[in-house]
């Protein structure tokens, strides 16, 4: 279970999916039982900021030995 904090703080949402598009860092948020919908997480000065952060979620969940990984989304 992934838990982020939204670059604004003001959404702490669980995410299935995590997309970069453009400049912009994305979530799919639902369920398999409820339709799924699309929120935006964060947006930086470049793709590749996006990118790196991206990356830096994959490392926190790699690092997690629970259930449940929290992130809180860089303000820049």
């Known amino acids: 279970m992934l ?3 939204t670059q604004d703080k003001q959404s702490l949402v669980n995410v299935k999916e995590v997309t970069v598009n453009g400049k912009k860092i994305e979530g799919v948020i639902g369920s398999a039982t409820l ?3 699309s929120k935006v997480l964060g947006k930086y000065e470049s793709n590749e900021r ?3 952060i991206l990356h830096e ?3 926190k969940m790699e690092e997690s030995s629970g259930i449940s990984v ?3 989304m860089p303000k820049k």
Request: overall charge negative.
């Open 3 to 5: 838990w982020i904090a």
């Open 35 to 37: 339709d799924e919908w």
């Open 50 to 52: 996006a990118l790196d």
């Open 57 to 59: 979620i994959f490392m």
């Open 70 to 72: 929290t992130y809180m």
